[in-house]
């Protein structure tokens, strides 16, 4: 079992409609969990992250943690063409460690 | 906010050739980098850290005497593939634990070897 897994994608959405990704992780005790934006080509940029059970909202993203089912998301509202690209799931697994999932490729069409 | 500077961004050579990738942090101290490789459609594998003024620990299964890392500084570490090969052809990127939120990475480093 992979320490991180993502579905690859591609996720398909139309400009306006809420994109949703999905992250599990293997290991419980894991603390931290980051969702970074990666374009072709370019190093990752981070989103957002989330420490604690529950929702975190920033502008137009969302990430929603469950520990209990070792589970984090990433919501995107109002998807717009510009956030085409791959989102990756990294979660800290201790000693400052990022795992990283295989991403998910969300595709944005106008 | 803190930057990581790492260069080249691209980089080709001959198979059998050394190169170099470094990575300076330009507003803070790194005293720890994480050195990860991206294979194309796949996601970052994490190769080794290092801290400042000691050895490099390297993830199972990467070569140690083949990426050889130096983190002298606490604003500079360096990735060497030595005697590189096309199975090495890669995207590079270094990250570091300083900055506000966590993690810096690096812009990436294109290794193509032919």
């Known amino acids: 079992q992979k320490e991180v897994e993502q579905n690859s994608g591609p996720l398909s959405v139309p400009e306006g409609a809420i994109a949703s990704l999905n992250c599990t992780y293997s290991?419980?005790?894991?603390?931290?969990f980051f969702w970074y934006r990666q374009y072709s080509g370019k190093s990752p940029e981070l989103i957002m992250f989330i420490y604690s059970n529950g929702d975190k909202e920033d502008g137009r993203f969302t990430a929603q943690l469950n520990k209990a089912s070792q589970y984090v998301s990433l919501l995107i509202r109002d998807s717009q063409p510009s956030d085409s690209a791959t989102y990756l799931c990294?979660?800290?697994?201790?000693?400052?460690?990022?795992?990283f999932g295989t991403g998910t490729r969300l595709l944005v069409s106008p | 906010g803190a930057v990581v500077s790492q260069h080249p961004s691209w980089v080709i050579c001959k198979s059998g050739t050394s190169v170099k990738i470094e990575c300076r942090s330009l507003d803070f101290q790194a005293t720890t980098m994480f050195w990860y490789r991206q294979f194309p459609k796949q996601s970052l594998m994490l190769m080794a850290t290092?801290?400042?003024?000691?050895?490099?620990?390297?993830e199972q299964g990467v070569e140690k005497d083949k990426f050889l890392i130096n983190h002298a500084s606490l604003t500079l570490s360096t990735l060497t593939v030595t005697s590189a090969h096309p199975e090495d052809s890669s995207f590079y990127i270094c990250s570091t634990t300083g900055g506000i939120y966590g993690y810096t990475f690096g812009s990436g480093t294109r290794l193509t070897v032919v």
């Open positions: 290092s801290n400042e003024g000691s050895k490099a620990t390297y």
């Open positions: 990294a979660v800290n697994t201790g000693f400052q460690k990022l795992v």
């Open positions: 290991d419980r005790g894991s603390q931290s």
